[in-house]
């Protein structure tokens, strides 16, 4: 099938499921170039949602949306470091970005996502896109391969479709494409989850510090916690383990986070002066990563396409990033009829190594990496770390850090295997970043 398509006889131009911070940042950058984009949110915002700190590369999506003097007038706390608490409670030295990169990039913010987003979707609509909350995305449409359209339900129960000549799915971990197609890809290594709570009246450090993201090792060091100072004096505090280690036979979430704590000096003397002001949240649904990006009409984005591991805050960055991309690649295809596989997908491959970078360095660490350590061995790549902490991914001058690091690998380590080994081949094959189904096999 011919990727070009005439783009006559659709509703819009755009259809973007799912609001969050990938949705909306997609929909503007499409809205501005005068496009036709309407989005549908499931919800109605504010909404909670987990992962409230950004690290200093979501400056540049921010800055081309004109989101950062929304943000700069905010409440949000800001955030200049990061630094990391051994298992026996041991700080290393923070991680301070403007001594890295003395720019405004490196003040970044912790932010309250309900709020958050809610301003993402607000300034989605100031920039002419159509939204409409408390509507249900039932289904894509497909002729053949193609995407065509979706199938809604309205907040009185009424269903209609909508064609559009691309779908962009920023569902968020429902990941509507991705179950529809068969695309999700669990990651051999990262099979963990959260369980996390809020505290008031908690510890905070001051000046430069207040802000810092806290990264605390357990103390059976095969998980972390993390310590994120929100405004309104609330820190976010929640534990990353293996998934047998926390959600194990009947134990209560409320026992399994409370053991952890105890188990933690450096989080139990922190959280000792506050109070718990909310209930305990968990998820499951860690790092995933689908087969591809984009197909004939379709896109993927933010955890529609993946997630990660909250570790180094990357979550919101890979929203705002893959976001923006999409965005692009849709732009220039609609200007030239061309809304194939390969035209949507063509920003996959670099996206991937990003994530790929990332990935990697968070392995790293659940196998033993002290930063520390590192630094202290190599100082001249004590930049380079920290270009990968603030999310400096796309781009392969960061690279000469692995050798090194590899250099204090103990004798017989075996290397970190990719996010899709063991995948099975029979479903999809991926070339040139464009999805191809076996023969007689449709969405």
Not at 153 to 175: K, L, P
Not at 242 to 261: A, N
């Amino acid at each position: 099938m011919s990727a070009r398509r005439d783009l006559s006889g659709v509703d819009v131009d755009v259809i973007v499921i799912g609001g969050g911070p990938a949705g909306a940042t997609a929909s503007t950058l499409i809205a501005r170039h005068g496009h036709r984009v309407r989005l549908f949110e499931r919800e109605r915002f504010p909404r909670f949602h987990i992962g409230e700190s950004l690290i200093p590369e979501t400056y540049w999506v921010l800055q081309r949306l004109g989101m950062l003097p929304k943000m700069q007038q905010s409440s949000f706390v800001k955030k200049y470091s990061v630094q990391f608490v051994s298992a026996n409670g041991k700080q290393s030295a923070p991680f301070y970005f403007w001594d890295n990169k003395p720019h405004d990039c490196s003040q970044t913010w912790q932010v309250v996502r309900s709020e958050f987003d809610q301003m993402m979707l607000t300034h989605a609509r100031e920039h002419g896109v159509d939204v409409h909350e408390g509507v249900h995305v039932l289904d894509v449409l497909f002729e053949g391969d193609r995407a065509v359209g979706v199938k809604i339900r309205d907040e009185d129960g009424s269903r209609r479709e909508i064609r559009a000549a691309v779908v962009v799915d920023a569902s968020g971990q429902s990941a509507l494409l991705q179950n529809r197609l068969k695309l999700r890809l669990w990651d051999p290594v990262l099979n963990k989850g959260a369980i996390w709570t809020y505290w008031e009246g908690a510890h905070r450090d001051t000046g430069r510090d207040e802000g810092a993201t806290l990264v605390l090792q357990t103390a059976t060091k095969n998980g972390w916690f993390w310590y994120i100072p929100l405004h309104n004096d609330v820190v976010s505090v929640g534990v990353v383990a293996p998934f047998d280690h926390l959600f194990k036979g009947r134990v209560s979430h409320e026992q399994t986070y409370q053991e952890g704590v105890d188990r933690c000096g450096a989080v139990k003397e922190r959280v000792a002066m506050g109070r718990r002001v909310t209930g305990y949240f968990a998820t499951r649904d860690y790092s995933y990563r689908s087969r591809a990006v984009a197909g004939d009409g379709w896109v993927l984005i933010g955890d529609a396409f993946g997630f990660l591991d909250p570790l180094y805050s990357s979550g919101v960055l890979l929203a705002l990033r893959s976001g923006e991309l999409a965005a692009d690649a849709i732009v220039e295809g609609l200007a030239a009829g061309d809304t194939g596989a390969a035209q949507l997908g063509k920003w996959g491959p670099l996206f991937n190594q990003g994530v790929d970078r990332m990935r990697r360095l968070v392995c790293e660490y659940y196998d033993g990496f002290s930063f520390g350590n590192f630094v202290r061995r190599y100082p001249d790549l004590r930049g380079t770390i920290t270009d990968l902490l603030i999310g400096d991914l796309f781009t392969e001058r960061v690279d000469k850090v692995w050798g090194p690091l590899e250099s204090l690998y103990e004798a017989g380590k075996q290397p970190i295997p990719p996010w899709d080994a063991g995948a099975p081949p029979e479903l999809v094959q991926h070339k040139a970043n464009q999805l191809v189904l076996p023969e007689g096999r449709r969405p």
